[in-house]
């Protein structure tokens, strides 16, 4: 398989219920990384340009769910599946959603 130019890590940790951190799992991380996968598929960027992949905790937990973009290195913050397309439009495209962005570019780190 191909090194892809890109890399979505979608958190995905679960945290047991009422942990005082939360987790991006409780928050639907679980649906928006095969969302995302998807997303990527319907663009024909999946194979070679753009891959999306369950990470653990990224220690970005106030601000899940959370989703890094590398190598632009920018961490997406408060992530819904409202926000799958055009996280996908942006990786494909080799963009960043600044909305989203809770650290990188615009962020505070
Ligand atoms: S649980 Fe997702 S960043 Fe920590």
């Known amino acids: 398989m191909p090194f ?5 890590f979608v958190c995905t940790n679960r945290r047991p219920d009422g942990h005082p951190k ?3 799992a409780e928050k639907g ?3 928006i990384v095969v969302k995302l996968k ?3 598929l319907n663009r024909g960027v999946a194979k070679d340009i753009v891959r999306a992949c369950a990470s653990g905790c990224l220690d970005l937990c106030e601000t899940g769910v959370t989703v890094l973009q590398e190598p632009e290195h920018v961490a997406y913050g408060g992530v819904k599946l409202d926000d799958v397309e055009a996280i996908a439009d942006a990786a494909a495209a080799g963009g960043v959603v600044e909305r989203l962005v809770v650290h990188g570019r615009q962020g505070p780190g």
């Open 4 to 8: 892809r130019k890109r890399y979505l």
């Open 38 to 40: 998807e997303a990527l």
């Open 22 to 24: 939360g987790s991006c």
């Open 29 to 31: 991380a679980e649906e």
